[in-house]
């Protein structure tokens, strides 16, 4: 038996929805969509799970990480992280010939409300496609 309270059924009411739309959008820019995410953030862990493609967790220098995210040539980048984590990234990014874009972006900002009572702070959702 699963025992859940009403703020978590409820949350789930939200966040179930939206995140089904997610792998749907990053179909739509091919199979190279990669999504990195903060493993401490339940709303990053929900991006992991319900991603379609290549799923990285942000870890160690967040430098060196950027630049082996971009040398994949991803046809989209999909992020859930802390400010300073999609900072440094889409710095990176914009090395790498990537701009960041709002298409889609509100089903990242609906998964981050949901989870806004379990992660304390300021969590950003973001996309990074490469500049056409």
């Known amino acids: ?10 949350v789930g009411a939200v966040v179930v ?6 792998p749907r959008f990053a179909w739509a820019y091919g199979d190279k969509a990669l999504a990195v995410y903060d493993s401490d953030l339940v709303a990053g862990r929900q991006l ?13 220098d967040r430098i060196r990480f950027a630049r082996a995210v971009f040398e994949r040539k ?5 992020g859930v992280s802390r ?11 914009r090395e790498a010939g990537f701009v ?6 509100k089903a990242l900002r609906d998964m981050i409300d949901a989870a806004r009572s ?15």
Not at 17 to 22: E, S
Not at 118 to 132: E, H, I, K, N, S
């Open 1 to 10: 038996m699963i025992s859940t309270t009403r703020r978590q059924t409820l």
């Open 17 to 22: 929805p939206t995140l089904a739309g997610l």
């Open 48 to 60: 992991a799970e319900v991603h379609g493609g290549d799923v990285l967790a942000i870890e160690g």
């Open 74 to 78: 991803p046809s989209l980048v999909v």
């Open 83 to 93: 400010p300073a984590d999609a900072l440094l990234i889409e710095d990176v990014g």
């Open 100 to 105: 960041r874009i709002d298409s889609g972006a």
């Open 118 to 132: 379990r992660d304390r702070g300021l969590v950003l959702g973001w996309l990074l496609a490469p500049r056409v």
